[in-house]
């Protein structure tokens, strides 16, 4: 398969790639390895501003190049931006940019799905 260079780029290049520790880490998955796609946010959020602001996120993924790809975006591109449930572009944009076949389409509601339970979970110990 052929893939565009700004999926090229964050699928070798994943800067995002990782887990968070410490305090007040959020975290959120879905999908299941079974299924073929599993995706994993890690996010730390804060708090002590009126707007609660992404201060750092991560991603661990067992997907395909477009899955890996596209959480990486969204790990580098949602820091700094409010903690909000929704990711920072909507699902058709993202496959759009990410040139993903319209096949995979429930790969990325994955992505979405876990994004979602991360920002939405409590804090971590």
């Known amino acids: 398969?052929?893939?565009n260079n700004l999926t090229t780029r964050h699928f070798e290049?994943?800067?995002?790639?990782?887990?968070?520790?410490?305090?007040?880490?959020?975290?959120g998955a879905a999908g299941g390895r079974a299924q073929g796609t599993w995706v994993q946010f890690d996010m730390r959020i804060d708090s002590s501003k009126p707007v609660q602001t992404l201060e750092a996120v991560r991603f661990l993924a067992f997907a395909c190049p477009h899955v890996i790809a596209v959480s990486d975006w969204i790990a580098q591109t949602a820091l700094g931006r409010?903690?909000?449930p929704?990711?920072?572009e909507s699902v058709q944009?993202?496959?759009?940019?990410?040139?993903?076949?319209?096949?995979?389409?429930?790969?990325?509601?994955?992505?979405?799905d876990a994004w979602i339970a991360a920002v939405s979970s409590p804090y971590r110990p």
Do not use: Q
Not at 17 to 26: D, F, I, S, Y
Not at 93 to 112: A, N
């Open 1 to 3: 398969m052929n893939y």
């Open 13 to 27: 290049g994943a800067l995002a790639a990782g887990v968070l520790t410490g305090r007040r880490v959020r975290r």
């Open 82 to 84: 409010e903690a909000k």
């Open 86 to 88: 929704v990711l920072p």
């Open 93 to 112: 944009s993202l496959r759009e940019r990410f040139d993903v076949p319209i096949e995979k389409l429930g790969r990325l509601l994955i992505v979405e």
